[in-house]
C-alpha cells in the first residue's frame, strides 16, 4: 500500500517484530449462493483469482456485489457452494469446522463497525485472540507493544466503549495483528469513520502492511481508499468485472473512469 505521510503511530516493527511473509490466494471457479426466502441469491459466481504473497488488493463494486462474501470465503469464515479457495497452501473450503477455526486464528480480520468486546479494556481486546492458544511469549507484553504501534499504548487500560471510533479501528487492527497473520482481510475499514480519521487508519493499514509484509485484501466503496493499493478487483452481481493493476500517477482519476466510483 502507498504510505501517505507522516503518522504519528510508532514504527510497528520497534518492538522487534520480524516481517510476516505473506500469503498467495489462489480461487478456482468460486460460486456461493445464498436463500433469500424461496429465491437463490448468487454472491459469487465462477470466481478465479491469484493474488501473490504481500500483494495489496482493493476489492470494490456496488452494495450487494459480493465483497464481503469474497473476503469472507478467503478467511474461511463463510464456505463456498463450489470450488477451491487455497490460502498459503492451505485447502480453505475443504477444512473441518475445527480446523477452519484454527485457520482464521492466522488471518487477521477488521471489519467497518470493529467487532470489539466493548466492556473490556483496549489491551483485553487485543489480547482475545491469543487466549485460546498455547504461546511462548507474555500474550500481554505482544499486546502492548501493538497499542504502542497503533498509537494507542497510553490508552491500553481504557474501555473499548469510551474510546472514539478512530482509536476503536485501531485497537481492531492491532488485535488482527496479534497472531501474526499472514493475510489481513479489511471489510470497508473506513466506512464507519469522518474522512480524516479514515485516512488516519488507512495511512495506519499502510504502514502495518508495508512494515510486516502480509498480504491485505480490502473491500471498499470509495476510490480513495482503493487507490491506495497495489490492485484493484471491481466485482459486480458476484463476478470479476475488472482486474488490473494501479499504476497510474493520478489513480484516483483512473479509478472514477474504470469503476465509476466517486
Ligand atoms: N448471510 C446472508 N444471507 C442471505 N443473503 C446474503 C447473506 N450475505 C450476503 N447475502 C447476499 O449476497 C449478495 C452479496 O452480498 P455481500 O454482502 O457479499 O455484498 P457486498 O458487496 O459486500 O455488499 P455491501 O457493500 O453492501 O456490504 C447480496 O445479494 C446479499 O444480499
Given at each position: 500500500m502507498r504510505r501517505q505521510g507522516p503518522s504519528d503511530a510508532a514504527d510497528v516493527r520497534s518492538g522487534g517484530h520480524d516481517r510476516?511473509?505473506?500469503?498467495?490466494?489462489?480461487?478456482?471457479d468460486v460460486t456461493r449462493f445464498y436463500r433469500q426466502g424461496g429465491a437463490q441469491v448468487p454472491a459469487l459466481v465462477d470466481v478465479t483469482l491469484d493474488v501473490r504473497a504481500g500483494e495489496t488488493?482493493?476489492?470494490?463494486?456496488?452494495?450487494?456485489?459480493?465483497?464481503?462474501?469474497?473476503?469472507?470465503?478467503?478467511g474461511g469464515i463463510d464456505r463456498p457452494d463450489s470450488g477451491t479457495v487455497m490460502v498459503g497452501g492451505?485447502?480453505?473450503?475443504?477444512?473441518?469446522?475445527?480446523?477452519?477455526?484454527?485457520?482464521?486464528?492466522?488471518?487477521?480480520?477488521?471489519f467497518q463497525h470493529y467487532h470489539l468486546l466493548p466492556q473490556l479494556s483496549a489491551l483485553d481486546n487485543v489480547v482475545v485472540p491469543l487466549m485460546p492458544i498455547q504461546v511462548r511469549f507474555d500474550r500481554h507484553e505482544r499486546a502492548r507493544e501493538l497499542l504502542d504501534a497503533v498509537g494507542l499504548g497510553d490508552r491500553a487500560s481504557a474501555r473499548?466503549?469510551?474510546l472514539s471510533g478512530g482509536e476503536q479501528q485501531r485497537v481492531a487492527i492491532a488485535r488482527a495483528l496479534v497472531a501474526r497473520p499472514k493475510l489481513l482481510l479489511a471489510d470497508e475499514p473506513t466506512g464507519a469513520l469522518d474522512s480524516r480519521t479514515g485516512d488516519e487508519v488507512l495511512d495506519l493499514l499502510?504502514?502495518?502492511?508495508?512494515?510486516?509484509?502480509?498480504?491485505?485484501?480490502?473491500a471498499t466503496h470509495e476510490a480513495a481508499v482503493a487507490a491506495q493499493c497495489s490492485r484493484l478487483i471491481s466485482l459486480r452481481d458476484g463476478t470479476v468485472v475488472a482486474?488490473?493493476?494501479?499504476?497510474?500517477?493520478?489513480?484516483?482519476?483512473?479509478?472514477?473512469r474504470a469503476t465509476g466510483l466517486g
Open positions: 510476516f511473509p505473506g500469503a498467495p490466494i489462489s480461487l478456482n488488493v482493493a476489492v470494490v463494486g456496488p452494495s450487494g456485489s459480493g465483497k464481503s462474501t469474497l473476503l469472507h470465503v478467503i492451505t485447502r480453505v473450503e475443504q477444512l473441518s469446522r475445527r480446523a477452519a477455526a484454527a485457520f482464521r486464528r492466522g488471518v487477521g480480520f477488521v473499548v466503549a469510551d499502510a504502514q502495518v502492511q508495508a512494515d510486516y509484509g502480509m498480504t491485505l485484501v480490502l482486474d488490473h493493476a494501479l499504476w497510474d500517477p493520478q489513480p484516483d482519476e483512473t479509478l472514477r
